[in-house]
């Protein structure tokens, strides 16, 4: 039996024949359950990896890999209605550094958003009408840009967003972090615009998210 021990991506544990459990029978449950989800585990217990199935499952790019992947599992022999219905994006905050000014953290930030949107619109370029602009300076601005070109389509969005904590959990841990950490949370900050911008995405623009933390840490 190959455990796929460190591995999180849904396809290569299929295709390549690693042991799953399959708990691809929790999606109409999951569905049920609304828009906006958060999935709160222990390290290690798999959260990247239910993430990634998601987005397997629900990408309408792979709907022509539908059967090579879920075929053998609970959720191939009875799918949802749902299933490669919606476009899917992931953001990913373990890889935002999270050293320097508050300044220097921002534009990673910023960096990060950008580089998810962009490669999004290029996946999916061929679904749009218009172009989506990426605004280097201002991810909030790109992100206005996929929600504009995404609401002239048939389809809907799902946000995966991997390890939201993890960033804000390691500023608090570096040098001065409590007050990096502020001024990225609180008042103007700008940490605090990204999630309102999902939260109003979510309230009314056809956005569906799912959020995983990483590990926790306290101080």
């Known amino acids: 039996m190959k455990f796929p021990y460190g591995l999180s ?21 999951l569905e049920e359950a609304g828009r906006q989800l958060i999935f709160i585990r222990p ?41 490669n219905r919606f476009f899917v994006m992931n953001w990913d ?3 935002i550094k999270s050293q320097g000014a508050v300044g220097d953290i921002e ?36 992100w206005r840009s996929t ?8 389809h809907k969005l799902y946000l995966l967003i991997d390890e939201y904590d993890n960033f804000a959990n390691e500023v608090l841990m570096a040098e001065a972090g409590v007050d990096r950490y502020a001024g990225l949370l609180y008042g103007e900050g700008l940490l605090k615009d990204v999630f309102k911008a999902v939260k109003a995405a979510a309230g009314g ?13 306290w101080c």
Do not use: V
């Open 43 to 83: 390290r290690r217990f798999g959260k990247s990896l239910l993430l990634s199935m998601l987005e397997h499952y629900y990408d309408l790019n792979r709907a022509d890999q539908f059967e090579a992947l879920f075929g053998g599992l609970a959720s191939g022999r009875a799918p949802t209605p749902l299933r």
């Open 107 to 142: 534009g990673a930030l910023h960096q990060h958003l950008n580089d998810c949107i962009e490669d999004f619109a290029r996946r999916y370029r061929g679904h749009f009408q218009d172009p989506i602009s990426i605004h280097r300076e201002n991810a909030l601005s790109s």
């Open 205 to 217: 623009q056809g956005l569906i998210a799912s959020l995983s933390p990483g590990s926790r840490r």
């Open 93 to 95: 905050f373990s890889l």
């Open 9 to 29: 991506d849904f396809a290569t544990l299929i295709q390549e024949g690693y042991w799953y459990q399959d708990h691809t029978d929790r999606i109409p449950r």
């Open 147 to 154: 929600l504009t070109a995404i609401a002239q389509t048939p």
